[in-house]
């Protein structure tokens, strides 16, 4: 089972997860840098963040997940007045990462396979969605000796 819910609290929406995962992200760092008439050099721009893909089910094959879906999927949209999106949390059995990082939804593939089915009134009571999830890193902006200056005039 495969919990996710806003990181300052509320929702929950539950999960199966319906195949192995994969985890990237929270090593290297390093790019190639091209030069002239020489061999490209290595230089380092810092670890990039944590990415988690994975292919989970929404619902059990007898109760609409049309709600729980919808609101799913808005987390990952802005909010009112160009807000960030919802940033989540997850848990769970298994996971491949901490329990205490923060996520953002960065997709979400709805499949149309054998795992999707629908009920009498064509409403979704089963969904496989392979979610994106990428670790929320707070951006900073880093101020050095000529931005102080140029601030103080």
């Known amino acids: 089972m495969i919990v996710v819910s806003p990181a300052s609290g509320g929702s929950v929406i539950r ?20 030069r ?25 094959g007898r109760s609409s997940i049309e709600s729980d879906l919808r609101t799913f999927l808005s987390w990952g949209l802005p909010r009112a007045g160009g807000r960030d999106p919802v940033r989540v949390s997850i848990g769970g059995d298994a996971l491949p990462f901490g ?20 009920n009498a009134a064509r409403e979704r009571v089963q969904q496989r969605v392979t979610v994106t999830f990428r670790q929320y890193v707070e951006a900073s902006v880093v101020r050095g000796p000529a931005s102080k200056s140029k601030a103080g005039r």
């Open 15 to 34: 999960f199966r997860q319906s195949g192995p995962g994969s985890l990237s992200g929270g090593v290297g760092g390093w790019e190639a840098v091209a």
């Open 36 to 60: 002239s008439r020489r061999s490209e050099a290595s230089e380092w721009v810092g670890t990039p963040a944590l990415v988690w893909t994975v292919p989970l089910v929404l619902g059990d």
């Open 99 to 118: 329990r205490n990082l923060v996520w953002v939804i960065n997709e979400a593939v709805r499949e149309e396979d054998g795992l999707l089915i629908r």
